[in-house]
Each structure stands twice: as C-alpha cells, then as structure tokens.
T-cell receptor, first 117, second 114 residues
Framework: AQSVTQPDIHITVSEGASLELRCNYSYGATPYLFWYVQSPGQGLQLLLK??????LVQGIKGFEAEFKRSQSSFNLRKPSVHWSDAAEYFCAVGAENSGGSNYKLTFGKGTLLTVNP | EPEVTQTPSHQVTQMGQEVILRCVPI?????FYWYRQILGQKVEFLVS????????KSEIFDDQFSVERPDGSNFTLKIRSTKLEDSAMYFCASKFLAGTDTQYFGPGTRLTVL
C-alpha cells in the first residue's frame, strides 16, 4: 500500500528566507505526486502536481518541487518565503484504480509553516 | 473561479444520531470524493463516486456510511449512527476528467460528535 512521510511537523522560517519541505513516498508503480496547502478555515488548495515528464515542476505562488525517483522524494521549495505562505502543507500520492480511470489520494501528516517577520 | 462548497461548516451532533454532510461539486465535474481528517492525523480517503455508483471505498467506509448524488448538483455523505470516533473534518473533492485530472477540494465540514 502507498504511504507518504513528511518528516517535519513544524517549520519556522524568516520572511525572505528560502524554504524546503520534505516529502518521501512509498508506492509500487510510477506515482502521481501532489502538494496541497491549507490555510486556516480554507480547503486544500493544489500547489503543484507531478504525473510524468520533467521532474522539476512549477506551481502556483512561486513554489516548485522536484521528483527524485532514486530517493522516493518530492520536496517542495520556494526561494523566498512571504508572510502569506504561513499555512499547513500536505504532500500526497495518487494511487490509480485498476482501470486507470481514477485515483485516490494518500496524504502525509502535513507540515505547519510559520513565517517570522 | 468555480469551487467546491460544503455545508454546514461545523456540525455538532449527539452520539447515535444520523448526520448528512452536503457538498456541491464544481458543476461539470464527474468524479466525486469524500476524505476525512481526524484532529492531529492524516487526511484519509473514504470513498470515490462516479456515474452514480461507488467506484472505490476504504475500510473506514463501513455500513454506517453512505453517499448519494440526489439531484445532479449535490453530493452527500450520510453517517447513520454517529460514534465519538467519527468526529473529524470531512472534505469533499471533485474532478472533471478520468485519469490524471486534478481533484479540487472544498473547505470541509467539521463534525463534532458528543
């Protein structure tokens, strides 16, 4: 069965500093990989996704992530964090159903990002 | 921009009572999902629904749970007899196409069972 590990429960960075959130996955086939962000009282918003092709994917709000098959990782990065980036970040892997028409998401526990001024 | 909506935002109920959580997926979407997140734990898949039937469900989704798309716009999750351990945030999601299309999530309903 697929699983996702986000080793960091809580990260604090200063505004303007760079950010890397770690994500490791376990899945037998080629994974679909996602990063979602959740602000308080909001739903899960998709930041970016990887299905195939270029292993460096660009997302919204200046985020990017790199798929490294050899390390089973999909780390999220941002070169310069803004105070509005404070939120909880979830990594997820999509497992296809047998017909390939659909997938369910398996999430990590999330990383809470605090941004200091 | 179209979005998934959920009502109510917070529901409080007594153990043993039935609850219905409502979702309005994005209007042209065809695939629908429920996930839940118990406080402090991971977001977990409950069920997926397509073409008016369940396409996949998790072991959490037992006989106490049911889903329905009653009128072509709403997508509901019913819990027949709530337990304390059903207290969680419940997220609805939808997507348009088969395959690798993105799942879009609603803001969630916080269910508190007393």
């Amino acid at each position: 069965a697929q699983s996702v590990t986000q080793p960091d429960i809580h990260i604090t960075v200063s505004e303007g500093a760079s950010l890397e959130l770690r994500c490791n996955y376990s899945y037998g086939a080629t994974p679909y990989l996602f990063w979602y962000v959740q602000s308080p009282g909001q739903g899960l918003q998709l930041l970016l996704k990887y299905f195939s092709g270029d292993t460096l994917v660009q997302g919204i709000k200046g985020f990017e992530a790199e798929f490294k098959r050899s390390q089973s990782s999909f780390n999220l990065r941002k070169p310069s964090v803004h105070w509005s980036d404070a939120a909880e970040y979830f990594c997820a892997v999509g497992a296809e159903n047998s017909g390939g028409s659909n997938y369910k998401l398996t999430f990590g526990k999330g990383t809470l990002l605090t941004v200091n001024p | 921009e179209p979005e998934v909506t959920q009502t109510p935002s917070h529901q409080v109920t007594q153990m043993g009572q039935e609850v219905i959580l409502r979702c309005v997926p994005i209007s042209n979407h065809l695939y629908f999902y429920w996930y839940r997140q118990i406080l402090g734990q991971k977001v977990e898949f409950l069920v997926s629904f397509y073409n008016n039937e369940i396409s996949e469900k998790s072991e959490i989704f037992d006989d106490q749970f049911s889903v329905e798309r009653p009128d072509g716009s709403n997508f509901t999750l019913k819990i027949r007899s709530t337990k304390l351990e059903d207290s969680a945030m419940y997220f609805c999601a939808s997507k348009f196409l088969a395959g690798t299309d993105t799942q879009y999530f609603g803001p969630g309903t916080r269910l508190t069972v007393l």
